[in-house]
C-alpha cells in the first residue's frame, strides 16, 4: 500500500501549482483522500477532502482557491491551487481513510513541498 505525492515546487504569489497523489495496493474508490500540510513550527491541518461518495471539503482558508479531484480508475488524487498566497507555503501531504473524511486515515503519503515567494 502505497501514497505518493508529487506535483510541489516553487511559485510567485497569485501563482497556481497541481499537486498529484498516485495510490498503489488498495482500490482507492472506496477510500477518502485528503490533503494535508504543515508548516513549520505549526500543527498539521487539513486542506481539502474528497470523499468516497463523491463529496468534497475545503477548510475556510483555500475555499475558492484550491480544488480537489479524483480519477479512480487510475488511481489518482489531484489539488489544483490557484491564487496561491506566501501563507500556503508547506509540507503537503495526501492520505485515505477507509471512511469518511473525518478519518481515521489509515495511509499517508510523503509529502511534497510548496513554497510561494516572490
Known amino acids: 500500500v502505497q501514497l505518493q505525492a508529487f506535483g510541489g515546487g516553487l511559485v510567485q504569489p497569485g501563482g497556481s501549482l497541481r499537486l498529484s497523489c498516485a495510490a498503489s495496493?488498495?482500490?482507492?474508490?472506496?477510500?477518502?483522500v485528503g490533503w494535508f500540510r504543515q508548516a513549520p513550527g505549526k500543527q498539521r491541518e487539513g486542506v481539502s477532502c474528497s470523499s468516497s461518495d463523491g463529496r468534497t471539503l475545503s477548510a475556510a482558508s483555500v475555499k475558492g482557491r484550491f480544488t480537489i479531484s479524483r480519477d479512480n480508475a487510475n488511481k489518482m488524487v489531484y489539488l489544483q491551487m490557484n491564487s496561491l498566497k506566501p501563507e500556503d507555503t508547506a509540507l503537503y501531504y495526501c492520505?485515505?481513510?477507509?471512511?469518511?473524511?473525518?478519518?481515521?486515515?489509515?495511509?499517508w503519503g510523503q509529502g511534497t513541498q510548496v513554497t510561494v515567494s516572490s
Open positions: 492520505a485515505a481513510a477507509p471512511s469518511t473524511c473525518t478519518g481515521p486515515y489509515d495511509y
Open positions: 495496493g488498495f482500490t482507492l474508490d472506496y477510500y477518502s
